[in-house]
T-cell receptor, first 117, second 114 residues
Framework: AQSVTQPDIHITVSEGASLELRCNYSYGATPYLFWYVQSPGQGLQLLLKYFSGDTLVQGIKGFEAEFKRSQSSFNLRKPSVHWSDAAEYFCAVGAYVGGGSQGNLIFGKGTKLSVKP | KAGVTQTPRYLIKTRGQQVTLSCSPISGHRSVSWYQQTPGQGLQFLFEYFSETQRNKGNFPGRFSGRQFSNSRSEMNVSTLELGDSALYLC?????????????FGPGTRLTVT
């Protein structure tokens, strides 16, 4: 079954420190992977996506993610965290049902990021 | 280009009632998906509509239904509300549906069932 695991429920980092949020997926075919961010009381904003090609993808707000097929991982990174990055982050995989792609995402449980001043 | 809009933003209903939520996708997008977000279960897929047809459905009871209009706007309906239906309901639109297309989310409708 397709699934996404985010091992860290809550992470606290100091402002200016680097960040890495972990994401592991279980998938039988080439995955379509996404990272979203959700601020309190808001919807989800797409940070970046991986479909194919270069395994290091750049996103908005200075985020990047690296796809590692051998480790079934798609970790999100940022070299220097800002206080405004405090939010919840969700990793997702585009589902594959039956013989064709379907329009739904399978999400991890999310990682809540707190930023210390 | 305007983003995905959802109305209403907040809703309080009583057990046993029914509710209808509305979603207007980004202009030109033909696929609309609905998700339920709760603290316990996280983000769960409800259903997806494309060109007025339900193309995919998640594992939810029949009390949850939806539809899509010719202008791609979508509604979802929950009948006979239960306390466990309290959640943030998120709508997402994409150009054509399918896992290879980015989904853009609206701000959600916060439903509270008392």
């Amino acid at each position: 079954a397709q699934s996404v695991t985010q091992p860290d429920i809550h992470i606290t980092v100091s402002e200016g420190a680097s960040l890495e949020l972990r994401c592991n997926y279980s998938y039988g075919a080439t995955p379509y992977l996404f990272w979203y961010v959700q601020s309190p009381g808001q919807g989800l904003q797409l940070l970046l996506k991986y479909f194919s090609g270069d395994t290091l993808v750049q996103g908005i707000k200075g985020f990047e993610a690296e796809f590692k097929r051998s480790q079934s991982s798609f970790n999100l990174r940022k070299p220097s965290v800002h206080w405004s990055d405090a939010a919840e982050y969700f990793c997702a995989v585009g589902a594959y049902v039956g013989g064709g792609s379907q329009g739904n995402l399978i999400f991890g449980k999310g990682t809540k990021l707190s930023v210390k001043p | 280009k305007a983003g995905v809009t959802q109305t209403p933003r907040y809703l309080i209903k009583t057990r046993g009632q029914q509710v209808t939520l509305s979603c207007s996708p980004i202009s030109g997008h033909r696929s609309v998906s609905w998700y339920q977000q709760t603290p316990g279960q996280g983000l769960q897929f409800l259903f997806e509509y494309f060109s007025e047809t339900q193309r995919n459905k998640g594992n939810f009871p029949g009390r949850f239904s939806g539809r899509q209009f010719s202008n791609s706007r979508s509604e979802m309906n929950v009948s006979t509300l239960e306390l466990g239906d309290s959640a943030l309901y998120l709508c997402a639109s994409s150009l054509a549906g399918g896992r290879e297309y980015e989904q853009y989310f609206g701000p959600g409708t916060r439903l509270t069932v008392t």
